[in-house]
């Protein structure tokens, strides 16, 4: 009797394990769909910095993964830390721009 307890407890168990697992694997297939999709349509906007680019998916990403609903956070997050790398890299080219002319006059 106490067999067959302790064997439907580690079916139990085994079972709630398959699913939690199958969540977890369908919410990071969700995360990277999702990434891919936003990469998809800024990808023109920061051509010219991939580098920077992947970093904001990325650090959008974990700051995702630190709430209690990554999937709901994470396209905001993607999309607002894209357009700052994009902002940041368009005032990198202005910054550069008056010393290219400086570097041309002498």
Known sequence: MNR??????????S???NRCLESCKKLLAGIEE?????????????ASNQKSFQLALNEA????????????????????????????QTRQQTLQRPR??????V
């Open 4 to 13: 067959i307890n302790i064997k439907k407890h580690v079916n139990i168990e």
């Open 61 to 88: 990403e974990a700051l995702a993964w630190q709430t209690d609903y990554p999937q709901l956070f994470f396209p905001a997050l993607a999309v607002e830390k894209i357009r700052a790398a994009a902002a940041w």
């Open 100 to 105: 290219l002319a400086f570097a041309q006059a």
């Open 34 to 46: 999702t990434k891919s999709g936003i990469a998809a349509e800024f990808r023109e906007l920061v």
């Open 15 to 17: 079972n709630i394990a």
